[in-house]
């Protein structure tokens, strides 16, 4: 199949053939032919396969089909992405397919002067590119309104489901018409989305490209067991010795990041620097280098690296396990983009196993083990022994098992002591005349409980007083006297 037989506008198909694509992938060549009818969506493929093209051709097609020149531009369709990194993305991708035409593209986001953009929006806007916190902002001013939105798209609603944007989201999505397409693309579809999906989706088309836990077959995957100290001597010998273009490192916090950078740049690696502390124009700057190539290596957190989207990164490095196998899914889906190949390396201490066991169960299958490197370990035992053969440790745990009951019953029921039934504590007494009698004397006397027969009324009767006025009975009776006598002497 070739974009010339999708039938869209000709000046979409002009620049895209500037561009020197011919062919769609796989989510563009199942995605684009419903959309052009119109119809609702929910899609799942991995990052790197043209999700992008997959719902910006077509709403471009349907913006300039109905295309009218007026003095004010009301935005026509609402994109939604979850990071300012991904909104510019976007943007770009939008403005590449639509340069050939007068569809008009802005992008407002967290982080830059809201004057800016309050005046692009006033010169009027076709599509609008949004973050949720800060189209909501603009929403509260009352400079923009979503009721002429036809077309809406949630992008990475997965990565705007973990940073706490659902409820945001529902909100901007009940300001917009009902009458309208609704796109949720994604690389995974957690429960969650699912349910918001039944919400705001009218008998969707659901397209899957390939498994949502399983990751793309051009990275080449690879795990070093080693000590969390011996981290960065590990990275700076990958980093010097081995021939990489560029790498993407992900590390868990803001301050590991400055802090690996440091030590990066102090061992003569070029090497900078990006999260959410940095302002919008830092990470413009730093993101522009880093696509030319003036910067071979890339210190980032899983939010700030959201967006980064570059056809030659060579390499992704795990500094920090990630938290989800979903994360993990993300961070190696930075590399090996557009078809190319890629590898992923993670560096995986003994305290972090545990992840790499949750994520080697979600993508069903074993990350190769490299062992050529001179901080090696042992392999952790919880890291492999479940995941490598995971029915042989089931039946080995069941046999373990069943051996322990049988060893207890074994204890508790020996060959020479059988086991006798025990007592049926519900059956009712039987009378005894002859015990009744013995039992009565015995009571007089005081040397019998009450549990032994069954005592006449005036024995009931005489230790209900006894009971009442708190005297002992029976032989307690007698040392009660003997003791009160022997205080009378002492006084």
């Known amino acids: 199949m070739t974009f010339e037989q999708l039938n869209m506008d000709h000046t979409i198909l002009r620049a895209i053939t500037q561009d020197g694509y011919e062919h769609p992938t796989d989510i ?22 043209g999700k992008t093209a997959a719902f910006a051709l077509p709403i471009i097609h349907h913006i300039q089909q109905t295309f009218q020149p007026t003095k004010k531009r009301a935005p026509k369709a609402l994109v939604l992405a979850p990071t300012r990194e991904l909104a510019l993305q976007i943007k770009e991708s939008f403005d590449a397919y639509s340069r050939k035409n007068e569809v008009k593209t802005i992008a407002v ?15 009027g806007v076709d599509i609008l590119i949004a973050t949720p916190g800060r189209l909501l902002d603009l929403m509260n001013m009352k400079v923009i309104s979503l009721k002429d939105i036809k077309h809406l798209v949630l992008d990475e609603a997965d990565q705007m489901l973990d940073m706490g944007f659902i409820d945001d989201v529902k909100k901007i999505i009940s300001n917009t018409n ?4 609704t796109m949720l693309f994604s690389a995974t579809i957690p429960s969650e989305i699912a349910k918001l999906s039944k919400q705001i989706l ?3 088309v659901r397209v899957e490209i390939t498994p949502q836990n399983t990751p793309l077959e051009t990275i080449e995957q690879s795990v070093f067991f080693l000590k969390a100290t011996d ?8 980093l010097s010795h081995e021939t990489l273009t560029s790498a993407l490192v992900f590390v868990r916090t803001k301050q590991g990041v400055n802090k690996i950078t440091s030590q990066l740049v102090a061992a003569g690696i070029n090497a900078e620097a990006i999260h959410g502390d940095k302002t919008q124009s830092q990470r413009q700057k730093t993101l522009t280098r880093f696509k030319k190539h003036d910067i071979k290596v890339l210190v ?20 920090d396990m990630p938290q989800t196998p979903q994360t993990y899914l993300h961070r190696i889906g930075r590399t090996a983009r557009a078809g190319k190949l890629g590898k992923a390396y993670s560096f995986c201490a003994p305290a972090e196993t545990h992840l790499l066991k949750a994520i080697q169960k979600h993508i069903e299958m074993l990350i190769p083990v490299e062992t050529k490197h001179d901080f090696v370990v042992s392999k952790p035992k919880t890291a492999t022994k479940n995941a490598q053969n995971p029915k042989q440790y089931k039946a080995k745990k069941r046999s373990k098992k069943e051996n322990n009951s049988n060893y207890k019953t074994q204890k508790s029921q020996p060959d020479n002591k059988p086991a006798y039934p025990k007592p049926n504590r519900k059956a009712k007494p ?12 015995e009571l007089k006397r005081g040397t019998a409980s009450l549990s032994q027969g069954i005592p006449s009324r005036e024995e009931r009767k005489s230790f209900s007083n006894a009971k009442k006025s708190n005297k002992p009975f029976g032989k307690k009776q007698h040392k009660h006297k003997k003791k009160q006598r022997r205080q009378k002497s002492f006084a």
């Open 109 to 123: 986001y967290g982080g830059m002067p809201k004057r800016n953009q309050i005046v692009k929006i006033k010169r």
């Open 178 to 181: 009902e009458d309208r397409q």
């Open 202 to 204: 009218t008998n969707p």
């Open 231 to 238: 981290k960065i001597k590990l990275l700076v010998d990958k």
């Open 300 to 319: 980032a957190t899983d939010v700030a690296a959201r967006g980064i989207d570059i056809d030659a990164l060579s390499h992704v490095i795990n500094y």
């Open 430 to 441: 039987v009378y005894n005349e002859a015990k009744e009698h013995s039992t009565h004397t």
């Open 28 to 49: 563009q060549a199942n995605a684009i032919p419903h959309l052009l009818d119109g119809r609702d969506m929910l899609a799942s493929a991995q990052t790197g396969t």
